[in-house]
């Protein structure tokens, strides 16, 4: 499977990763497409989804690889995607939700 190379990360958000890889261990990231948790990224203990042939790695943030299912990437091939936190309730299966804060993504066309 190729990596695009398309996710950049804030510090805050790097920051956030490597607590909750201590806390965790391996993770991935999965940018939901609006189902139960709307449009957001998910970062999920490794193994508790499934990658499959449909999920496209657009790169990875301090070592967690970033997916998203090629169909919904269609709408974000042009643009450059940045990870970042911001204070709310995220996805209920994302681990940072018990932290007050959730992972956000931003985008910019290239």
Known sequence: MAVLEKVEATDKAKSLIHDL??????LIFHQSGGCCD???PMCLKEGT??????????G???????YMHKKQYEYW???????DVVDGIG???SVEGPRGV??????EPL
């Open 49 to 58: 989804m499934i990658i499959g042939a449909a999920d496209i790695q657009l």
């Open 91 to 93: 996805g209920m299966f």
């Open 77 to 83: 091939k042009h643009t450059q995607i940045t990870l």
């Open 60 to 66: 990875e943030v301090e070592g967690v690889p970033f």
């Open 38 to 40: 709307g449009s957001s």
């Open 102 to 107: 959730r992972f956000h993504i931003r985008s």
């Open 21 to 26: 890889k201590k806390e965790h261990g391996n």
